[in-house]
T-cell receptor, first 115, second 115 residues
Framework: AQSVTQLGSHVSVSEGALVLLRCNYS??????LFWYVQYPNQGLQLLLK??????LVKGINGFEAEFKKSETSFHLTKPSAHMSDAAEYFC?????????????FGQGTRLTINP | EPEVTQTPSHQVTQMGQEVILRCVPI?????FYWYRQILGQKVEFLVS????????KSEIFDDQFSVERPDGSNFTLKIRSTKLEDSAMYFC?????????????FGPGTRLLVL
């Protein structure tokens, strides 16, 4: 079974600082990886995804992630944090056969932005 | 932009009661999913549904759970006899192709509290 591990349940950065949220995956096949964001009282929104094309993936709101097979990682970064980035971030891997895919999520990382 | 909607946003019920959670997926989507998130825990897959059949279900999805697409727009999750441990946020999601690289679009969730 495939899985993802997010290092750090809480991350706090200052406004304008680099954001780095860590995600490592375990997969026996080339993975499809996703980052979702959940703002307070809202659903999960896709930030970006890796589907075996470019290893550096750019997403919405200035976020990007780099797929590193050698490190089994898919860390999420943003060069300069904004107050509006405060949210919970979930890394996920897709698992299953065509037509019966499911997302397997990490435990989430709550990002706090300090003024 | 089309979005997945869910009703109600909050539901409180007594243990042993039946609840029905409702979702309206994006209109041209064919694959439907339910996930849940117990407070402080990971988002977990419950069930996937395509062509009026369950494609896959998790161990959590026991005989107390059922899903239905009663008409062309709604997708429902029924819990026949709720337990305290069913208290969670329930997310509906939908997608077009069921492939691993596809984005699943999530609704805002229904927070279920079983007393």
């Amino acid at each position: 079974a495939q899985s993802v591990t997010q290092l750090g349940s809480h991350v706090s950065v200052s406004e304008g600082a680099l954001v780095l949220l860590r995600c490592n995956y375990s997969s026996s096949v080339p993975p499809y990886l996703f980052w979702y964001v959940q703002y307070p009282n809202q659903g999960l929104q896709l930030l970006l995804k890796y589907t075996s094309a470019a290893t550096l993936v750019k997403g919405i709101n200035g976020f990007e992630a780099e797929f590193k097979k050698s490190e089994t990682s898919f860390h999420l970064t943003k060069p300069s944090a904004h107050m509006s980035d405060a949210a919970e971030y979930f890394c996920a891997v897709s698992e299953g056969i065509q037509g019966a895919q499911k997302l397997v999520f990490g435990q989430g990382t709550r990002l706090t932005i300090n003024p | 932009e089309p979005e997945v909607t869910q009703t109600p946003s909050h539901q409180v019920t007594q243990m042993g009661q039946e609840v029905i959670l409702r979702c309206v997926p994006i209109s041209n989507h064919l694959y439907f999913y339910w996930y849940r998130q117990i407070l402080g825990q990971k988002v977990e897959f419950l069930v996937s549904f395509y062509n009026n059949e369950i494609s896959e279900k998790s161990e959590i999805f026991d005989d107390q759970f059922s899903v239905e697409r009663p008409d062309g727009s709604n997708f429902t999750l029924k819990i026949r006899s709720t337990k305290l441990e069913d208290s969670a946020m329930y997310f509906c999601a939908s997608g077009t192709s069921g492939s691993g690289r596809e984005t699943q679009y999530f609704g805002p969730g229904t927070r279920l509290l079983v007393l």
